[in-house]
């Protein structure tokens, strides 16, 4: 709990911006060119922080979900949790979408779009907050789960193939040539919310590879588990 409490204390109660979206990251960063702060989208506060003002759907799912979590430890009341998570929500209701998903990036500051590649993973993380977000505050499920259920990942899912594309470019208009195929992976929660949704099918779940190998880092593997039970996986992780 301690790791945790720092965590929501160090970095997610104050990074967040006014539209309550929270920053990529926050950082200490040698840079004396003023020109190269801005074009970066860097800023820095009084205490000498430098933060990084891109956000993404795997930011803001999280950030829902560690709102929840600091409601569910007692670090912060049930009422400042609702007025986070409603802020967030309201914001994402007027952010631009490609069939309902979040593009890659955004400025978290004036809400314009910085990359228009749509990612499978950043949506299966947004998806998956916003779940958690609705599940453990009930006041905001409702607007929680509509937003959920607006993103349709069929668009992402190759039916050749049998598995979620990387994602979209938007601004080509063409699919990712490359896949998700490997069980151990952070597209698991993508696979997850797009099979319960109806926009993939059931048997792509069987047909990940279990192999053991990762696609990706640490990270990758274990995320998922703060979602989902995992039967084995959870042994493995602690």
Do not use: C
């Not at 899912?157 to 994602?167: A, P, T």
């Not at 779940?205 to 990762?214: A, E, T, Y």
């Amino acid at each position: 709990e301690g790791a945790a409490k720092g965590t929501w204390r160090g970095f997610f109660e104050k990074h967040v911006s006014e539209h309550g979206l929270p920053y990529d990251n926050a950082q200490w960063l040698e840079t004396h060119d003023a020109g190269e702060k801005h074009n970066l989208g860097l800023e820095t506060l009084p205490d000498g922080t430098i933060r990084y003002a891109p956000t993404s759907g795997t930011n803001i799912g999280y950030y829902l979900t560690a709102v929840a979590a600091a409601k569910s430890f007692g670090w912060i009341t049930e009422a400042e949790a609702v007025a986070r998570v409603r802020k967030t929500l309201q914001t994402l209701g007027q952010m631009e979408k490609w069939h309902g998903h979040l593009y890659n990036f955004y400025d978290a500051r004036t809400l314009v779009v910085t990359s228009r590649f749509v990612s499978t993973v950043d949506s299966g993380n947004l998806a998956a907050g916003l779940i958690a977000a609705g599940n453990l505050l009930p006041e905001i499920r409702g607007e929680a789960r509509a937003l959920a259920d607006a993103m349709d990942f069929a668009p992402l899912y190759d039916q050749e193939k049998g598995l979620l594309r990387v994602g979209y470019h938007a601004q080509l208009k063409v699919p990712d040539a490359h896949h998700y195929g490997a069980y151990y992976s952070a597209a698991r929660l993508a696979y997850l919310v797009g099979i319960a949704q109806g926009g993939v099918p059931a048997d792509a779940w069987k047909r990940l590879d279990r192999s053991g190998s990762l696609d990706g880092g640490a990270m990758d593997h274990l995320a998922p588990l703060a979602f989902v039970a995992e039967p084995g996986l959870e042994d493995a992780a602690a």
